[in-house]
């Protein structure tokens, strides 16, 4: 993982999960129970996608890149998703728990150093 990768797969990310968040929440029946799981393979898919393209990682800049998204993706939230849709989303646990399928998708799903030296 170099800066660039870095700095242009945490900005896609951010847009991408308001952009997401903001569909599902606003514009779909967020009541239903399918619409909140479709919501979070939704993220999931984004997410795994762009940390792979993130490269072969190591645990410590995988738990690195995990805080530094969710913590930016908390932030994103508070600042732009709740101006659009609402604080109401706030008393949700749907909401929150977006965080937790990001952290665990993450830490998950990376490309794991060990494995890609095994293979080779």
Same mark, same amino acid.
């Given at each position: 993982? @170099?800066?660039?990768?870095?700095? #242009?797969? %945490?900005? *896609?990310?951010?847009? /991408?999960?308001? =952009? &997401?968040?903001?569909?599902?929440?606003?514009?779909?029946?967020?009541?239903?129970?399918?619409?909140?799981?479709?919501?979070?393979?939704?993220?999931?898919?984004?997410?795994?996608?762009?940390?792979?393209?993130?490269?072969?990682? @190591?645990?410590?800049?995988?738990? #690195?890149? %995990?805080? *530094?998204?969710?913590? /930016?993706?908390? =932030? &994103?939230?508070?600042?732009?998703?709740?101006?659009?849709?609402?604080?109401?989303?706030?008393?949700?646990?749907?909401?929150?728990?977006?965080?937790?399928?990001?952290?665990?998708?993450?830490?998950?799903?990376?490309?794991?150093?060990?494995?890609?030296?095994?293979?080779?």
């Amino acid at each position: 993982m @170099n800066l660039k990768k870095f700095i #242009l797969g %945490t900005v *896609i990310v951010q847009i /991408l999960m308001v =952009v &997401i968040k903001v569909t599902f929440i606003k514009y779909l029946n967020i009541e239903s129970w399918v619409v909140i799981i479709l919501m979070w393979l939704v993220l999931m898919v984004v997410v795994i996608a762009a940390e792979r393209r993130q490269g072969i990682l @190591n645990y410590l800049e995988d738990f #690195l890149l %995990t805080i *530094i998204w969710t913590v /930016l993706a908390i =932030v &994103i939230d508070l600042l732009i998703t709740i101006q659009i849709v609402g604080t109401d989303v706030l008393r949700t646990r749907y909401f929150w728990f977006t965080y937790a399928v990001l952290l665990v998708t993450m830490v998950v799903f990376h490309k794991k150093e060990h494995i890609a030296n095994r293979q080779s």
